[in-house]
Nanobody
Framework: QVQLVESGGGLVQPGGSLRLSCAVS????????MGWYRQAPGKQRELVAS???????NYADSVKGRFTISRDNAKNTVYLQMNSLKPEDTAVYYC????????WGQGTQVTVSS
């Protein structure tokens, strides 16, 4: 069974930055299309960034130009660099396949507040 371990969240002021990490305990990580998702209180989980096995990326309009997704296949890890954070970015952040087919991990809380 796959394990997804997200880390790197925290409390940050508006305009600040955080880097999230997700360690994936699954073989053949390099061929997986991965995504970062977030769920704010009272809202549905949404996909914010995807990275494909080819290395190409996609972003939700709300984070485009501020967030960068990347991966290290040697470490079975996917990252999300978040810059210029806004209060509306406050959410629990999760990683999963871009198809969201795996069981969810515990996520990591990101709170943007002054």
């Amino acid at each position: 069974q796959v394990q997804l371990v997200e880390s790197g969240g925290g409390l940050v002021q508006p305009g600040g930055s955080l880097r999230l990490s997700c360690a994936v305990s699954r073989r053949l990580f390099s061929i997986r299309d991965m995504g970062w998702y977030r769920q704010a209180p009272g809202k549905q989980r949404e996909l914010v960034a995807s990275i494909y096995s080819s290395g190409s990326t996609n972003y939700a309009d709300s984070v485009k130009g501020r967030f960068t997704i990347s991966r290290d296949n040697a470490k079975n890890t996917v990252y999300l660099q978040m810059n210029s954070l806004k209060p509306e970015d406050t959410a629990v952040y999760y990683c999963n396949l871009a198809s969201a087919a795996w069981s969810w991990g515990q996520g990591t809380q990101v709170t943007v507040s002054s």
